[in-house]
Each structure stands twice: as structure tokens, then as C-alpha cells.
């Protein structure tokens, strides 16, 4: 299985302070890698890292072997990462399909339509909302916009902050069974999530950021059968 993403030390610094100090980490193609961490540890910094909008102050990021440290966000986008921010991010005052019709501005217009009728099927709450104003959806229907606006890109790699934040757990559960069809069809998948024991089952490694430092990685059955795991992020039952 090839490598489709890889980090080597990458550092990002937010004025004098270093928010990220020399990560490492790898996605083969195809896998679910789920980031655990708590608040502050720099998950957030990472993925923002990942999609362009923050500048590393060193280190390298390889996507489908090709350079992307100091890209753009558009030219990122356009070789097929596609990122889910943390906070949704949707546009308020457009309607869902508006919203999901500016996922697809890198794609050949013939090619939006599909990928919107795809996003309807895994989401079909989407569907009975098109014409609704995003700003006036619940706030599960808000990330299944957020994530179905990412798809739209059909992306190589999906890029997920956060997706279970706020929500109620029967919407958790929804998302993360269509988590796991869409990489069923081959989307890889890096999640951040502070919901540890959902992403573990959903992943197939992990890697635990703590303080802008990986701590810990390994196999996610393998971090969820850790004692120090459990006890630091996965709690009881």
C-alpha cells in the first residue's frame, strides 16, 4: 500500500509560539488515520497545515508524492485533498446545494451535478433541505453539509475536524457509518476527533498529539486496548 500523504518534522509557529514541533506521520491509501488529542495539542494547526491555509516554518508535506509544502489551498484542493473544517464553516446565507455547488469550483461544471446527487444519497436530509438556508440548519445537519461540500471536490484524501463536535449521539453514529461507506469506496480518510473510541473503531492507525509533539502510534485496536490511552481519552465503558 503506498504512502498517498507524508509528513516529516514539521514545525508551524504562531508568532513566538511553536504550535506544532517537528510531526511525523504518514497515510497509506486507502486507511483511515485518525489524530487524538486533547484541546491545545495542535490537531487543528495540523490539518489547516495539511490544506494550505497555515504556513509551516519547516519540515515537508508530500501528497501523492508530489511536493505541497508551501502551496496554495486552491492548488491543494485541486490535487484532491478536500478538508471538513473544525466549526463547520458553511455558508450561511446560501442554500445547501449553493453550499454544495462551491465545493465542486475546482471541478468541470458537467462533473458538479454528480457529486452533488452523490452527497444526496449518503445524506438524504441534505436532499429534503436543498433549497434551505445552511445558516438555518441544525447543527448535525450543518457538519453532513460541511462533509458533503468536501466530497464534492472527490477528493483522494478527506480531511475531517472534528466532525462529532456538539452533535447528539445518534447524529454521531449516522456520520460515522457514512464515514465508513465513503471509505468503503476508496476515499482515504485522516480524522481529527476528540470522540477517541469512535475514531479508533472507525480507524484502521492512530497517532495521539500531545502539546505539538506525536506521543504515541500505532495500530487503533492496539490504542484502544492501551491502558494509558484508555485512561487519558477514552474514559469508561
Known amino acids: 500500500m503506498n504512502h498517498l500523504l507524508e509528513v516529516e518534522d514539521l514545525r508551524v509557529?504562531?508568532?513566538h509560539?511553536?504550535?506544532l514541533k517537528g510531526i511525523s506521520l504518514n497515510v497509506k491509501e486507502g486507511e483511515v488515520v485518525a489524530i487524538l488529542g486533547a484541546n491545545g495539542a495542535g490537531k487543528t494547526t495540523l490539518m489547516r497545515t495539511l490544506s494550505g491555509l497555515l504556513s509551516p516554518h519547516s519540515g515537508a508535506i508530500r501528497f501523492n508524492g508530489q511536493e505541497t509544502t508551501r502551496l496554495g489551498a486552491d492548488k491543494i484542493v485541486r490535487l484532491g485533498i478536500g478538508q471538513?473544517?473544525?466549526g463547520r464553516r458553511v455558508f450561511g446565507t446560501l442554500s445547501v446545494a449553493e453550499n454544495l455547488r462551491l465545493g465542486g469550483f475546482t471541478r468541470p461544471p458537467a462533473e458538479i451535478g454528480e457529486s452533488c446527487e452523490y452527497v444526496y444519497k449518503i445524506f438524504p436530509?441534505?436532499?429534503?433541505?436543498?433549497?434551505?438556508?445552511?445558516?438555518?440548519?441544525s447543527g448535525g445537519e450543518q457538519q453532513m453539509l460541511a462533509?458533503?461540500?468536501a466530497l464534492v471536490t472527490k477528493p483522494k484524501l478527506l480531511l475531517l475536524d472534528e466532525p462529532s463536535l456538539g452533535l447528539a449521539p445518534i447524529i454521531i453514529r449516522n456520520i460515522f457509518q457514512v464515514l465508513a461507506d465513503v471509505r468503503d469506496t476508496g476515499v482515504t480518510i485522516l480524522l481529527v476527533e476528540q470522540n477517541a473510541r469512535m475514531a479508533l473503531k472507525l480507524a484502521d492507525r492512530g497517532y495521539v498529539l500531545e502539546v505539538g509533539r506525536m506521543s504515541h502510534e500505532?495500530?487503533?485496536?492496539?490504542l484502544l486496548a492501551s491502558p494509558e490511552i484508555q485512561a487519558a481519552y477514552l474514559g469508561h465503558g
Do not use: D, H, K
Not at 125 to 137: D, F, V
Open 17 to 19: 509560539i511553536q504550535a
Open 147 to 149: 462533509i458533503g461540500r
Open 218 to 222: 500505532g495500530p487503533a485496536r492496539e
Open 84 to 86: 471538513s473544517p473544525e
Open 13 to 15: 509557529n504562531y508568532g
Open 125 to 137: 436530509r441534505l436532499y429534503e433541505r436543498r433549497s434551505q438556508l445552511a445558516g438555518t440548519l
